[in-house]
């Protein structure tokens, strides 16, 4: 699933999120730290371990 780089330009704040498949992506995105909407979305990156090592609720992304 891909995980979501996101840069928060009230207090500067960079995060990561994660987001499960079949969900529908917000409109906009809410800091983390100061629930400032002026979130940007920086990059997008996909699931950190390989599809073949995957899986059996092993990493932390699944649960
Ligand atoms: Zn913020």
Redesign the pocket.
């Known amino acids: 699933m891909p995980v979501y780089l996101l840069h ?1 330009k ?4 960079k995060y990561e999120t994660l987001y499960y498949k079949g969900l529908k992506l917000p409109d906009k995105w809410v ?1 983390s ?4 909407k002026d ?1 940007v979305q920086v990059s997008e990156r996909p699931h950190p371990i390989e599809e073949e090592k995957h899986g059996g609720g092993s990493c932390k992304c699944c649960f």
């Open positions: 928060c009230s207090c500067d704040h800091c730290r100061c629930e400032s979130v």
